[in-house]
């Protein structure tokens, strides 16, 4: 009977451990989401009171996710869970976490500090957005599969690195039109800032992936 | 019972305990030390499941060891225990790979040279060649095994946490295994010397099940197993564990199955006895060393990563552990045995005598063996057994009916059956048919066993042998065990001498 409620216990938790694993990835994606409208809604209309609801959304789901990550830390040091890959399961989801509060952090630097993207650059701002948060997607597709098919998880990473290539170069394509123009030195520095600022998402998702990688090979038997 | 036959028995009980505190580290040390299952959990399992191996499973390699050399007094068993328990004890603390089946193997051939009795040289020659083949064979175990878990879970594609809480079960399950296994095999190490002369009687609890006296001995050799789990293997563990943390933790699910696995065909009667039945050749019940088979199983899946991981010098080590730890612990026990009988006067053999008697030449000739070449030994009393081969070959004798038969027919053990003793017969053991069949033999005499045990053949087909074959294997061996105890109870001379 004792054994029996042990067992049962040991389950249980799992799924429940489960379940905040699955949503806290849930959150990274959504925060993508919110971060890819934001930007647009921006773009077209400035720091609007839609933009700011869209900040809104993004630091709620930024606290939750730090929720999560905190609770699911705590859970597999108290129940001492999966003991060799722990370090690594820790190290994944502060990635992934950093990856949401870059999302949250550069929206909060858009609305304090509006910048005055020109209408020639919004293209490329789009782009790079689309780009990084597609690449922000890939890693969080290789970190599933980190937990449930390790096979996978070589395919999204080299989708992600991929696409940070891809942002690279919209990136660096995107500042040299801003330098090239003929605003002002300080203007074109505040927008290579946000360049930068966006371009950082994929950066920061390339380091996930290739840590990713480490993880899964000592995963494999 | 008298305490002097408590103290020779602590000799195998340390040897048990120090069993407990290594071995059961090679079972639950992965599990523990990487904190996968707690030491509180790994020592209860294993508790249980090494009492139970040994008591329900630890007739078969006790069997083995029993063929190798039978000591025959309770001075000697202590020694032999005591000598094997000193060597693994130094051997380890000079952190040299150490196997307990090795250093009693030893230790019973060191008593059979002071003893002067013979060493069957097939049985060694069988018991060698276990030791060689138990970590082949776990690294043969353990690599296919792997590869098929491993495919087995990437279909599964389980949750990393899920697969956690699985891997865990199937630690504790294994481990559960692994000290059946333990107990099965290797209590013939910790108290196989005494199955001769143990000091137990038979009894029924509660009229369920019979606990013979061998399964006495078991059980406290049991105990004193767990108790070396639970007093020092945490330490042993945590070492265990650390060593071999590279490996993932169902990598160590399949290392401790390959042991248990190879420490399990290596006692298990009910195997043995299905292969001899489906007409299969068998797996020797030999006492195999439980590290050897973790190192071998461990060795195994480094070679089937490449082989660069693999610690070459530590298999050369065990290797040469096959050679030195017999050898140390025979030397030692042969120079033990010298001072406890020359110093502390303790009788650490009970003589056997052996005579080429005018009916065992009949028996001999009946067997169709050609004996005027034994006629110069005839009617000689020999002190030992080793004396009675010398003078055996000396003779040029080389026909049936082989070696060890020939010492069976000619050892000599006067016996009297004296009806007074009638009473005193176990009747809850040996049935009512048994008992009729020795007390139609009333005030007969006998000088050799076998004669004995021929005349109750012929007063009942209940003390008949069967046939030598695998499958009557135990049938025979019971009915031995049997026939020993009454040979022990009528030993003796009439009264009218």
């Known amino acids: 009977m004792y054994l029996q409620k042990r067992v049962l216990h040991l389950f249980s938790g799992t799924r429940s451990l489960e379940n905040q694993i699955d949503e806290f990835l849930d959150k990274v994606s959504e925060a993508g989401m919110v971060f890819g409208r934001a930007i647009r809604v921006y773009l077209n209309n400035g720091a609007s009171e839609e933009f700011e609801g869209f900040l809104g959304q993004a630091a709620i789901i930024e606290r939750r996710g730090d929720e999560l990550r905190r609770s699911i830390e705590t859970e597999l040091y108290a129940r001492t869970l999966i003991p060799d890959l722990r370090a690594d399961v820790m190290a994944l989801l502060e990635g992934m976490d950093h990856l949401i509060n870059i999302y949250e952090g550069d929206l909060f630097r858009i609305s304090i500090q509006s910048p ?106 | 019972m008298d305490l002097t036959v408590l103290f020779f028995l602590t000799s195998g009980l340390l040897l048990g305990w120090s069993l407990g505190a290594n071995d059961a580290a090679n079972i639950f040390g992965t599990a ?108 043969l175990i353990a690599v296919p095994l792997l590869k ?88 042993v563990m945590v070492t265990v564990g650390a060593g071999i943390l590279p490996m993932s933790p169902v990598a160590a699910w399949v290392v401790v199955i390959a042991h248990s696995i190879v420490l399990f065909l290596f006692a298990s009667q009910g195997l043995e006895h299905m292969l001899a039945s489906a007409g299969l050749p068998t797996i020797p019940l030999v006492p195999v060393s439980s590290s050897q088979a973790v190192v071998g199983a461990v060795v195994g899946l480094g070679l089937m990563r490449g082989g660069g991981d693999v610690d070459w010098k530590l298999v050369g080590n065990i290797a040469g552990g096959w050679v030195t730890t017999p050898l140390i612990s025979g030397v030692v026990c042969f120079i033990a045995l010298f ?33 005027t070449a034994l006629a110069s030994i005839k009617e000689r009393e020999f002190r030992s057994a080793q004396e009675f081969k010398k003078a055996v070959e000396q003779t040029g004798y080389s026909g049936p009916p082989g070696e060890q038969a020939l010492r069976d027919l000619a050892q000599l053990s006067h016996m009297y059956i004296d009806p007074e003793k009638f009473s005193s017969l176990d009747r809850k053991w040996l049935s009512s048919g048994q008992i009729s069949a020795v007390e139609r033999l009333e005030g007969r005499e006998f000088a050799h066993p076998w004669q004995l045990a021929r005349a109750l053949a012929a007063n009942s087909s209940e003390w008949s042998r069967k046939d030598n074959s695998t499958v009557n294997k135990y049938y025979n061996a019971r009915l031995e065990r049997k026939l020993e105890y009454v040979y022990r109870k009528f030993a003796g001379y009439s009264d009218r001498r």
């Open chain 2, 148 to 235: 098929v878990t491993a495919f087995a879970l990437r279909l599964a594609k389980l949750h990393l946490l899920k697969l956690d809480a699985y891997t865990r079960l199937a630690l504790i399950l294994a481990g559960a295994f692994g000290a059946y296994s333990l107990g099965a095999n290797n209590i013939a190490n910790v108290m196989g010397v005494f199955v001769d002369v143990s000091p137990f009687k038979g009894f029924s609890v509660a009229g369920f099940f019979r606990l013979s006296s061998v399964q006495q001995l078991f059980l406290i050799g049991a105990i004193a197993i767990a108790v070396g789990v639970f007093t020092y293997s945490k330490r």
């Open chain 2, 32 to 139: 523990v030390g990487t904190r996968m299952v707690r030491f509180a959990t790994a020592a209860l399992v294993c508790s249980v499941f090494v009492v139970l191996g040994a008591v329900v499973s630890g007739a078969g390699a006790a069997h083995t060891l029993g063929a190798l050399g039978s000591i025959n007094a309770l001075a000697g068993s202590f020694m032999a225990a005591l000598s094997a328990a000193g060597t693994v004890y130094v051997m380890t603390k000079w952190g040299l790979p150490v196997s307990t089946s090795q250093a009693i193997v030893g230790a019973i051939i060191g008593w059979n040279l002071f003893s002067g009795s013979v060493t069957d040289s097939q049985t060694l020659l069988k018991i060698v060649a276990t030791w060689v083949a138990c970590p082949v064979l776990a690294a």
């Open chain 1, 116 to 221: 005055d993207i020109p209408q020639e650059f919004h293209a490329g701002y789009l782009d790079l957005t689309e780009t990084v948060v597609s690449c922000v997607d890939s890693v969080v597709l290789a970190a599933r599969a980190f937990f449930r098919d390790i096979d996978s998880v070589r395919d999204h990473g080299s989708k992600t690195i991929f696409l940070e290539t891809e942002a690279d170069k919209i990136g660096t394509k995107l500042q040299r039109a801003i330098f090239s123009s003929s605003l002002p030195l300080e203007r074109k520095m505040h927008l290579r800032y946000f360049v930068e600022r966006i371009d950082e998402l994929a950066n920061s998702a390339e380091d996930v992936a290739d840590a990713l990688q480490i993880y899964t090979i000592k995963r494999r038997i």
């Open chain 2, 339 to 371: 001072f406890l009988q020359n110093v502390f006067g303790q009788k650490v053999y009970r003589e056997v005598h052996y005579s080429l008697s005018a009916p065992v030449l009949t028996e001999l000739a009946a067997q169709g063996a050609e004996v």
